[in-house]
């Protein structure tokens, strides 16, 4: 496998299907069935989920909520599809355990890297929900975060689109697909991989992210095992 230890960065919207609302559990099963096959082939795995399927703080904000308030919300949002995503991964036979940031037993277990650790070495997935814990910081940031605090090799982020392109391909037909590029060129082209803040932490913290189609799951499987199905951002010395 391309990686021994990785963070898989999945989107609420991608959790709700089609229209990218609610929970779609044919979907959220595909992604589990993807996630458990990778385990036991010996991939460690720490998952942050999103939850704009559900709510999402900036659009609160726009219809009046506090933004912290609002923050707080899209946070909890996280922690129904990180649920979801984990009852699915055990039904695949391999055990997954939910965190949150702020302790929320029984609901879900307080992030502590030593038990995060023997999950993972142990053969099982972490789910990391709650965001970062603290409002203004998005998912993405708090996949950077726990990619840091996990020592992960690399990020995957798993999106709509098939990696990162010179323009929006959807306004753009002369938009192309990079392969690979280096963090600095991302920043200076202002390319939108990730927020600044995450991207900002994995440059400094030397974990490579890689963009990918995630809608169809097999692509987790292919990127692993080597195949060209994404973007590769990293530093030079890669």
């Given at each position: 496998?391309?990686y021994?230890?990785?963070?898989l960065?999945?989107?609420?919207?991608?959790?709700?299907?089609a229209?990218?609302q609610?929970?779609?559990s044919d979907?959220?099963k595909?992604?589990?069935?993807?996630?458990?096959?990778a385990v036991k082939?010996g991939?460690?795995i720490?998952?942050v989920?999103?939850?704009?399927n559900?709510f999402?703080?900036?659009n609160?904000?726009k219809?009046?909520f506090?933004?912290?308030?609002?923050?707080?919300m899209g946070?909890?949002?996280?922690?129904?599809?990180?649920?979801?995503?984990g009852i699915?991964?055990?039904?695949?036979?391999?055990k997954?355990?939910?965190?949150t940031?702020?302790?929320?037993?029984?609901?879900?277990r307080?992030?502590?890297?030593?038990?995060?650790m023997?999950?993972?070495k142990?053969?099982?997935?972490?789910?990391?929900t709650g965001g970062?814990g603290?409002p203004?910081f998005?998912?993405d940031?708090a996949a950077s975060?726990?990619?840091?605090?996990i020592e992960?090799?690399a990020?995957?982020?798993g999106t709509k689109v098939?990696?990162?392109y010179?323009?929006?391909?959807?306004k753009?037909p002369?938009?192309?697909?990079y392969?690979?590029?280096?963090?600095d060129?991302?920043l200076?082209?202002?390319?939108?991989?990730?927020?600044q803040?995450?991207f900002?932490?994995?440059?400094?913290n030397?974990?490579?992210?890689?963009v990918?189609?995630m809608?169809?799951?097999?692509n987790?499987?292919?990127?692993?095992?080597g195949?060209?199905?994404?973007?590769?951002v990293?530093n030079?010395?890669?």
């Amino acid at each position: 496998m391309k990686y021994n230890r990785i963070l898989l960065k999945l989107s609420g919207e991608a959790m709700g299907g089609a229209d990218g609302q609610g929970l779609d559990s044919d979907v959220i099963k595909s992604y589990a069935v993807e996630i458990a096959k990778a385990v036991k082939a010996g991939v460690q795995i720490g998952i942050v989920v999103g939850g704009g399927n559900i709510f999402r703080g900036m659009n609160g904000v726009k219809e009046g909520f506090d933004r912290v308030k609002g923050d707080q919300m899209g946070m909890l949002a996280t922690v129904i599809n990180g649920k979801a995503l984990g009852i699915f991964i055990e039904e695949e036979g391999v055990k997954a355990e939910v965190y949150t940031p702020h302790p929320m037993e029984p609901f879900a277990r307080h992030f502590n890297k030593d038990r995060v650790m023997e999950v993972l070495k142990g053969g099982g997935v972490a789910i990391f929900t709650g965001g970062t814990g603290n409002p203004f910081f998005t998912t993405d940031s708090a996949a950077s975060l726990k990619a840091c605090e996990i020592e992960a090799d690399a990020l995957l982020k798993g999106t709509k689109v098939d990696g990162v392109y010179t323009a929006d391909p959807k306004k753009d037909p002369t938009a192309t697909r990079y392969e690979r590029l280096t963090f600095d060129k991302a920043l200076a082209d202002n390319l939108k991989v990730m927020d600044q803040t995450a991207f900002t932490m994995c440059k400094e913290n030397d974990i490579p992210i890689e963009v990918f189609d995630m809608t169809d799951p097999k692509n987790l499987l292919r990127l692993l095992e080597g195949e060209n199905v994404g973007t590769v951002v990293c530093n030079e010395n890669k």
